[in-house]
């Protein structure tokens, strides 16, 4: 039997939390922004009653105001939401121990296990959605499919209040005919560079051969592929104690072959320290040990710690100090089939980071929203990639 991941994804949950402690919000077009002042400050969300009117979050309040002038500004209470999301994680931990927490209004859960116990997944979806609304007076959308990504689109299909519950083949259907920046939140840039190549949809970049999608795209490519053909395999992270933060942060990939083609090892590599990066910041962490190893799948490999100075969280940064330990390493060349990076020591990142992420997080697919945001660059413009790793 295929996986069962739930994505449970708070609808315009700021927004939401303030409508429901202050009635006088509910019904109304409310933006919330990040700072007091209501004319200099970014929206960091909106209700639906005000995207109804055009408001995206992101946007400038400002130009908000001007678009809907009758919209209410609250100023961002962070510390209210992340009890909220506290909250809502403990009732998700009922139905299984295995819930990882993606960001402060968004969850996934495996619940393979689960399901012989509470009947199925729309029993375990129905009573969840029950439970929040009567907990909370707020509403969330449901996805259930076999892989993280393809669960977190479903949501994306149904909001808001919505559930749906797919399998594989059923996921495969819903993305053939998918325009294809609707699944990967590719930016108009890559959007044309697809389009060029003939992949309009989703199903056509399924089809694509590995060979041509890596040369134009480079490992990218093959991943928006492999998310295409729901393949993207990535675990459900949960930790045992609740408020146990993890002792690393870390993720590993095997190359289709042994290779020693450096600047496709360092794109590699950088990619990595991006997606490292992207979670830390996901879970409120910076790190200040760096692990990274690799190895050419036979005869062992390289691996090496290093303890820096500075905690980090950025991407940039931790793939900057892996190239300094394959120097400590002493490796001017590496030949390899297993890469990973890890960052661990981990400590309480600054809490504006949980800002700067929301505003990011709506527009784009997390998981590829360093496509957009780092890889833009190099996605689209090879060159970029090279001034970027050199
Ligand atoms: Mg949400």
């Given amino acids: 039997m295929s996986a069962l991941i739930m994505h449970v994804d708070m609808d315009a949950f700021f927004a939401s939390v303030e409508q429901q402690a202050n009635p006088a919000l509910r019904g109304k077009p409310v933006i919330i ?55 809502i994680f403990t009732i998700l931990k009922s139905y299984t ?26 029993n375990i979806a129905q009573d969840l959605k029950r439970r929040i609304r009567q907990a909370f007076g707020i509403t969330c959308s449901i996805g259930v499919a076999p892989t993280k990504l393809s669960a977190k689109l479903m949501v994306k299909l149904k909001k808001p209040d919505g559930l749906l519950i797919v399998d594989r083949a059923q996921v495969l259907e819903i993305l053939q005919d998918l325009p294809i920046e609707k699944i990967c939140g590719i930016g108009p840039r890559l959007k044309k560079r697809f389009h060029q190549l003939g992949i309009l949809t989703c199903g056509q970049l ?45 993720h590993s990939q095997t190359l289709r072959e042994v290779t020693s083609d450096q ?40 691996a090496k710690r290093k303890t820096f100075h500075e905690p980090t969280y950025d991407g940039q ?31 309480a990142a600054d809490s504006h980071y949980l800002f700067e992420e929301q505003n990011k997080r709506d527009r784009v697919l997390k998981a590829v929203d360093q496509i957009n945001h780092r890889f833009g660059d190099w996605t689209v413009v090879p060159a970029a990639l090279k001034a970027a790793v050199y």
């Fill in 263 to 302: 600047p496709y090892i360092r794109s590699w590599i950088y990619l990595l320290a991006e997606m490292v990066a992207q979670r830390l910041r996901q879970k409120g962490l910076q790190g200040r040990t760096i692990y990274f190893y690799a190895s050419d799948g036979f005869e062992g490999g390289y």
């Fill in 33 to 87: 922004g990040g700072r007091d002042n209501k004319y200099h400050s970014i929206i960091c969300a909106a209700s639906y009653e005000a995207k109804a009117l055009g408001i995206k979050n992101a946007m400038f309040s400002q130009e908000a105001l001007r678009i809907c002038p009758q919209a209410i500004f609250v100023p961002a209470n962070t510390a209210k939401y992340v009890y909220t999301s506290n909250q």
């Fill in 317 to 347: 940064d931790i793939y900057q100090r892996c190239l300094e330990i394959i120097r400590l390493l002493g490796q001017a060349s590496l030949t390899v089939r297993v890469l990973g990076v890890s960052v661990s020591n981990l400590s």
């Fill in 206 to 250: 399924a089809q694509y051969p590995d060979d041509i999608l890596d040369d134009h795209f480079g490992v990218t490519g093959l991943w928006l592929k492999a998310i295409c053909l729901v393949q993207d395999h990535s675990a459900v992270e949960y930790f045992e104690e609740k408020n146990t933060p993890p002792k690393s942060v870390g």
């Fill in 97 to 122: 121990p295995q819930v990882e927490k993606f960001s402060v209004d968004e969850f996934f859960l495996d619940i393979t296990g689960s399901v012989g116990l509470f009947g199925s997944a729309e």
